[in-house]
């Protein structure tokens, strides 16, 4: 069974899985706001060796407040386009990300 949270989140079974535009290679780590269905993040990592993934994870455990092991790469590893997958028991800790879609930022 699906849901959809905040545009970019979605409960499937007993995870959430969060869409996301990841933009490496910036000065740092910051949400980027939210657009074309997606959470954009900038990361101060470059693209390579599984960089910008670990600091993807590390960023966004540090904004849920919950450990990095439980958040996992469901797709994307070597694309911008990523889908994250986090257990449902973090779902009241989504309000603190930037989740409001506005298609006309990009």
């Given at each position: 069974m699906e849901?959809?949270?905040h545009g970019c989140c979605r409960i499937v079974g007993d995870g959430i899985h969060i869409a996301i535009k990841a933009l490496p290679g910036a000065s740092k780590t910051e949400f980027a706001g939210a657009g074309e269905g997606r959470l954009r993040i900038r990361l101060a990592a470059a693209p390579e060796g599984g960089k910008?993934?670990?600091e993807?994870?590390?960023?966004?455990?540090k904004?849920?407040?919950c450990p990095k092991r439980d958040i996992t790469l469901l797709r994307g590893e070597k694309s911008r386009l990523k889908t994250i997958t986090l257990p449902?028991?973090?779902g009241p800790q989504l309000e603190k990300l930037p989740l409001t879609i506005n298609d006309t930022q990009k």
């Open positions: 849901h959809n949270l910008a993934n670990a993807l994870i590390a960023f966004l455990a904004a849920l407040g449902l028991a973090y």
